[in-house]
């Protein structure tokens, strides 16, 4: 039986390198190498080609190394954007987060896990659409803000009620999650309100990198999002910070300000638990009437984009930090 003619120019590998060998191929005196360097600093990468260039070339068949290094795919992290109880603005904080980390040039996809309520689909300007499927993934819908989307609102009919039991809420979680994302490297993912099943199935089968919690100022929204608070940490998943939406109310006709829902609340509750404070909304008719229109105040200009773009920047921040 004939031996193969690469075994001795793989005897000359050091031992790493015949570990992590993929292919070799051998024309004309130009050995060609693919490795896997996953788990690899820069350092170490360039110390193995170094090392399999040294071996080759030091013999008299080879005349040229090329070496090809696979490095690990970029694992993606989930951002998670929950609260206590509905109504403080997180589906809209959520898409407009995820928005403006697009603009600075993230690569972001968004989920819409409110299961019961989805209405991600609206605000994205992708209702009615249907993701297509691939070898059994669901391919996300895109949106005209460059933010792929997945919403059981894109799977059921406009008006239907949703009437599911904890374990299948799960599983339509799954399904959104473990979609195909492509080069999405941050999963924005809208959750439910409260603290129950889906964010009980996101915490054991998904865990995120982290969690940003919004509330209104009020002292009852404020309790709410202690819980939720409570339940991330309980999960092992650090809480990046927490934002207070509907923060307050310029009159249009006067300018006057005024705090239907108080003022300045969830920014002492982050202090008083040791979070940071991400930053306010204001409690403004355009950021409403645009929404509804699915056009999300962060694709835009103006003090609206600007104070969605300051919490997302904060965040983009937290996650840069976890990354190093």
Not at 51 to 65: C, F, K, M
Request: charged content about 25%; glycine content about 12%.
């Amino acid at each position: 039986m004939a031996s193969d003619p690469h075994e001795s120019l793989k005897e000359s590998l050091p031992q790493e390198a015949r570990m992590r060998l993929q292919s070799l191929r051998v024309a004309d005196g130009v050995a060609t190498l693919v490795l896997d360097a996953g788990g690899l600093n820069a350092p170490a990468r360039d110390r193995l080609e170094s090392d399999v260039r040294d071996a080759l070339l030091g013999r008299p068949d080879i005349s040229d190394v090329r070496v090809a290094l696979l490095a690990d795919r970029p694992k993606r992290r989930i951002v998670a954007v929950g609260s206590g109880k509905g109504g403080v603005g997180k589906s809209t904080l959520a898409a407009n987060i995820a928005v403006a980390l697009a603009r600075m040039g993230r690569k972001v996809g968004l989920v819409d896990a409110d299961i019961y309520g989805p209405s991600q689909p609206r605000i994205m300007a992708n209702e009615g659409q249907r993701p297509e499927a691939r070898d059994k993934k669901m391919i996300p819908v895109p949106s005209p803000w460059g933010v792929p989307l997945l919403s059981m609102g894109h799977l059921a009919e406009p008006g239907q009620a949703i009437a599911w039991r904890g374990p299948m809420a799960g599983n339509a979680l799954a399904q959104l999650v473990d979609a195909e994302w492509g080069d999405a490297d941050v999963l924005v993912v809208d959750l439910p309100p409260g603290t129950g099943d889906v964010q009980l199935t996101m915490l054991q089968r998904f865990k995120p990198a982290g969690a940003v919690i919004v509330s209104t100022p009020q002292d009852l929204a404020l309790m709410d999002a202690s819980r939720a608070i409570g339940l991330f940490r309980q999960g092992g998943v650090p809480v990046i910070g927490m934002v207070e939406n509907m923060a307050g109310y310029a009159c249009p006709h006067c300018g006057e300000v005024s705090d239907p829902f108080g003022s300045g609340g969830a920014e002492k509750a982050a202090a008083d638990m040791g979070l940071a404070f991400l930053g306010r909304v204001p409690l403004d008719l355009t950021i409403r009437r645009d929404s509804d229109a699915g056009r999300p105040p962060a694709a835009g200009d103006g003090p609206q984009a600007e104070a969605f773009a300051a919490i997302a920047g904060r965040i983009a921040a937290w996650l840069d930090g976890e990354a190093r």
